[in-house]
Every structure is written in C-alpha cells, then in structure tokens.
C-alpha cells in the first residue's frame, strides 16, 4: 500500500483494523462548494472534465473544505461513450445529450475501436496532475460507469421517465445487446487498469441504471458484465467498489462478483445488509442525501442511526445513498464529515 498519510479510507475497503469510520462523499467535487461555483463561471462542465489543471482543482477542494478521507477524480462517467465515438453535450439543467444513439445493428460499426490512453489523456493526465498535488494526504478514487449504465445512456440519448429504448433493446435485440455490452465491458477494464496505472489507490464502479432490471434480467444484462469487468481490471492490491443503486435483489450475488466494496442506496437497512453479505465484502453508505438539508442536530441523529445501524467493527467505509445535491449547504457537508468521524470512535 502506498504511503499515505491518511489510508483509513482503504484500510476500512479491506476490513482492516482502524480507530474510526473513513468519510467520502459522492459529488463531493460539485455545485454545492462555492469554490468549484468559482471556477464553473468561466468553463463549462465539459471543458472542467477536458482541462487536467481544472479537474485537480476541483478534485482537491473538498478534501481541503470539507476534510474528506479521500479524493474522487472530478470526472464524467460518458467519457467512454464519447471514446468510443458518441459525442454528446451537458446541457444545464438538463442533463447529457447525445449527437446519436444506437438503434439498430449497423450502429456499432459506427463505434471506433480505439487507443483509450491517448483518446482519454486528459483523464489520465488529471490523474497524475491530482496524485501528485495531494501529495499522499489521502487516496485517489478513479471511477467509470458499468457497462450497462453506459449502454442505457448511448441508446437512450440522455435520461429517461421509462427508459423504453433500451428496454425495447433487450427484449426484441438481445444479441446486440449482449455485442455492445461485451465492447463496453472490454473499454472499462481497460479504462480502469490504466488509472490505477496512473496512480489511483482504488476504483469505483457505478451501476446507476441497475435498478431498472427486474431481478432475471439484472444477472443478465448488468451483473454478468460488471464481472467481466472486475475479472479483467489489471491492479496490485486497489480495492474496487462496485455502486448499485435500486438493487435490493442481488446483493449476494455482488458480493460474490469479485468486488471488495459494495455501495448502497439510502432505501437499505445497512445492518440488514451486513448480515445479509456477511464478511464477504465491505460496505459503503448510506445516509439519505437530502438529510443534508436539515440542521446540525438531526444530520448527527441521521448519522449515528446509520452508524448504529452498521453496529461494531470494521469494513464500514460511510457516505450518502447517492450524490449530494447542488443546493445543500457546505457547512452541513463538514458537519456531516465532523460528526461521523467523531461518532464512529464508538463503533471500533
């Protein structure tokens, strides 16, 4: 393990002995930090992504603000997509939109096959730029979408009320889509091998659109890929930490995906989830991200029924069910951060 000042956070990924609870926050690099609003008024969130000097920056901020135990590289997870030859626009308010989408088989010779170190250099280059200005204060998360969260968005175009497209995908062209996850799940591993490369200490996998797929189809379409995906991820010794949102079917059989990590959404007892997986792996979560509106008083009771809930020991890596949102307030975000690595004390 790298010689880190602060490695709770991947101390607590192996289940290791440690004093307290490691803290992170999903868009801890994001909207809600005045600092990274600053540095949004002359760049677009594209451009932030594109320029290595700007992702650092705001990769760093909430590690300096807040006092997070690790850093998650400022990122998109639609770098892929466009890698492979989708190019699409952040349209405010709205969300991603892409030039094109897949809808039939021809479309994936419109897919290029290409030399991801040189065609996501700016990742790459972000990443050495982030390792090397936190200078081993904590450790540096790399992280991409699963193969099938990104599939949702290239035949979709950009979020969904029913996601009819990429249902109507699976159901009437399996085997496309089985070719593109394949094609997708070989660009992950790759993807995720060269930032650990670049010096990430750990990775994480979003699985953001899992909980579209009944139970049948999840084991078919996402899980078997996120896999695939672990299977091939060239590493020493980074943890990996897989993030399913919606799933509350198939937490076993993530647990036995290869993953170090499982990360849940703030709808699971994370009590019930450990007994559940066991020993198997760690947990990451799972406090509801909207609690951050409230006062100081309830974000504490809110943590320590999470805490409480995990009950003692290790393997407990704490952050929010999801993102946090644009408008909470930086205060309650460092409060948050204050009280759990106070409260956890008791829990180890």
């Known amino acids: ?19 307290r609870t490691p803290i992170w ?16 008024t002359n760049s677009d969130f594209k451009s932030m992504v594109k320029t290595p000097e700007l992702a650092t920056e ?31 626009e952040m349209v405010e308010s709205i969300g991603p939109s892409f030039d094109w989408t897949i809808t039939q088989e021809s479309d994936i010779n419109r ?13 790459f280059e972000a990443l050495k730029m982030t390792k ?27 979020g969904s009320k029913n996601f009819s497209k990429i249902k109507n995908l699976i159901f009437n062209n399996p085997v496309l889509a089985h070719k593109l996850l394949e094609l997708i799940s070989e660009t992950v591993s790759e993807y995720l091998s060269l930032k650990i ?11 953001t659109w899992g909980g579209l797929l009944s139970p049948d189809l999840y084991k078919e379409f996402s899980l078997k890929y996120i896999k695939k995906v672990i299977d091939n991820i060239e590493k020493t010794d980074e ?36 007994k559940l997986i066991g020993d198997k792996v760690a947990i990451q979560g799972n406090m509801d991200p909207t609690v951050l509106f409230a006062n100081t008083e309830t974000i504490k009771t809110e943590s320590v029924k999470v ?28 409060a948050l951060v204050d009280i759990v690595k106070e409260e956890s004390k008791h829990y180890h």
């Open 132 to 158: 090397k200005e936190l200078n081993g204060r904590v450790p540096l998360i790399g992280f991409s979408g699963s193969p099938w969260t990104l599939l949702t968005y290239m035949v979709e175009g950009g």
């Open 111 to 123: 897919l290029s096959n290409i030399d991801l170190s040189d065609k996501l250099s700016y990742v």
């Open 307 to 334: 805490l409480d809930s995990y009950g003692f020991g290790n393997g407990h890596i704490f952050n929010l069910g999801h993102g946090i949102l644009p408008d909470i307030s930086p205060a309650n975000a460092k």
């Open 25 to 40: 926050i999903m868009r801890q690099a994001g909207r809600y930090l005045p600092e990274y609003r600053k540095v949004r």
């Open 58 to 88: 705001v990769t760093i901020q909430p590690v300096d603000i807040i006092g997070v135990d690790a850093a998650i590289i400022f990122s998109d997870i639609l770098v892929i997509p466009e890698a492979l030859g989708m190019n699409y």
């Open 239 to 274: 943890p990996i930490i897989t993030y399913a949102k919606g799933i509350h079917h198939s937490l076993v059989e993530l647990a036995d995906s290869g993953t170090d990590v499982i990360s849940i959404d703030w709808t699971h007892n994370i009590g019930e989830v450990r």
């Open 197 to 207: 490369k670049c010096g990430v200490n750990a990775v994480q996998i979003f699985d």
């Open 1 to 19: 393990m790298e010689n880190l000042k602060n490695n709770l956070f991947l101390r607590a990924c192996k289940k290791e002995n440690i004093d």
